[in-house]
């Protein structure tokens, strides 16, 4: 479970860093930007793409890339490379799979979920566990009975309409390994 939830954390701080970007400071462009008039997606500040390279790089390589950084980005991201590099392969693909996830939502959406995921960060781990049950509950359901569980008085009287937000926002960026 603690896994889990430092793979949450971590997508957000990887995805954030790799954007220029800290926690504390998301982007405020981003929320009002409009999306092109193509009507595709663009990616933020090509997050996607230097992440996946650094995630690619051998420890020389990424120590080369990282060092055209500033200090504390540089440090930032380091840390969490390390920490994702201590991960298990399973686990590794799951945060790689999240970010995608992440990654492939409309600009809009993928603030709003950015959003949550740091909200979520902040929460005691008891809290941060109760919510992860009810992701994982859903995970276990077909399309039509989370459809019925979500719309059910029993969800809406035990959880608060953020916490119903924060549970589907956790949800659409879920690995699909955890929907079987």
């Known amino acids: 479970m603690t896994k889990r939830l430092l793979a949450t954390g971590m997508l957000c701080g990887l995805w954030l860093q790799a954007a220029g970007q800290t926690a504390d400071k998301p982007a405020r462009k981003a929320a009002s930007a409009k999306p092109p008039a193509s009507g595709r997606n663009p990616r933020p500040a090509n997050a996607p793409q230097t992440l996946d390279k650094l995630y690619r790089l051998s420890p020389g390589e990424r ?51 950015r959003r949550s995921i740091q909200e979520f960060s902040k929460f005691p781990q008891e809290r941060k566990m109760a919510l992860n049950r009810e992701v994982r509950k859903l995970a276990a359901m077909d399309a039509v009975d989370r459809e019925q569980y979500l719309a059910s008085s029993g969800f809406r009287d035990k959880h608060s309409e953020g916490d119903r937000r924060l549970i589907g926002d956790l949800f659409e960026v879920a690995p699909s390994v955890a929907r079987q």
């Open 63 to 113: 120590q080369r890339a990282l060092a055209k950084l500033p200090p504390q980005r540089k440090q930032n991201i380091e840390k969490r490379l390390q920490d994702f590099d201590k991960m298990p392969a399973a686990q590794q693909d799951r945060v790689r799979e999240r970010l995608e996830k992440l990654n492939a939502l409309p600009q809009e959406r993928r603030v709003e979920v």
